[in-house]
């Protein structure tokens, strides 16, 4: 039987869900531990039903976000394409993930001496 990831995303407000999203409808993604994708957008009924009772009910409430057989996926973008690394019985589950995007750091100027 194939393995699934199940990707929940939400399709307006969250430029990093359009981004992944657009790659994964185009089959620009991979997994070494599944073979096919799930989407779920959270942003229909259906969708955010799915998403209360597999992910806020453990605790978690990110998107986008990947699970496989209920536990978190590492997600990364490179070269236009999405990679998902799942946990297995050999790797642990992935690590709560940060935010990649660059955040814009402000610094003071410098003072003239």
């Not at 957008?41 to 799915?50: P, Q």
């Not at 690590?95 to 410098?110: C, N, R, T």
């Amino acid at each position: 039987m194939a393995k699934r990831i199940i990707y929940f995303t939400v399709s307006e407000g969250c430029t990093p869900c359009e981004e992944l999203g657009k790659l994964v409808k185009e089959g620009k993604f991979s997994s070494p531990d599944a073979d096919e994708i799930d989407i779920v957008d959270i942003g229909t009924d259906e969708g955010f039903e799915r998403f209360t009772k597999e992910v806020l009910s453990k605790h978690d409430g990110a998107v986008p976000s990947a699970y496989l057989d209920g536990k978190k996926c590492s997600i990364e973008l490179e070269d236009d394409m999405v990679y998902f690394d799942c946990p297995t019985n050999d790797r642990p589950e992935a690590p709560d993930e940060k935010s990649s995007l660059p955040v814009a750091a402000e610094e003071p100027p410098a003072s003239p001496p």
